[in-house]
């Protein structure tokens, strides 16, 4: 075995701290590492799978499950009302309750 696969740092690249030395740029922008660039391959093939049932089992769920399943997924699209500015006029018009109700389409009556 070569002193290249054994653990021992090298220690003309990196210094004590495990830092690359002077002139040693690292590893490349946007580089991607081998590991995860296989990861993604594979999560795009099981999305692909899934890509073709996911409307008829979306449909399948129960109005408070799709209801859920929206909560779920907004934080992915929209912003947190916590990293927002949010004006609601001056302060002294204070908000004391905020409601929301959900109505079904047919009877008027939530799940």
Do not use: Y
Not at 16 to 40: D, I, Y
Not at 41 to 65: A, M
Not at 75 to 95: T, Y
């Amino acid at each position: 075995m070569n002193t290249n696969e054994c653990n021992e740092p090298k220690s003309t690249t990196r210094n004590h701290k495990g830092q690359f030395g002077k002139g040693n740029p690292g590893k490349p922008k946007g580089a991607v590492n081998k590991t995860t660039a296989e990861e993604k391959q594979r999560i795009e093939w099981v999305l692909s799978l899934l890509d073709k049932s996911l409307e008829e089992n979306l449909s399948k769920l129960r109005p408070k499950e799709q209801i859920e399943l929206w909560l779920n997924l907004q934080e992915f699209v929209r912003p947190k009302l916590q990293r927002m500015n949010l004006d609601l006029g001056p302060a002294d018009d204070k908000i004391s309750k905020i409601t929301f109700e959900v109505v079904r389409s047919g009877d008027g009556k939530a799940d």
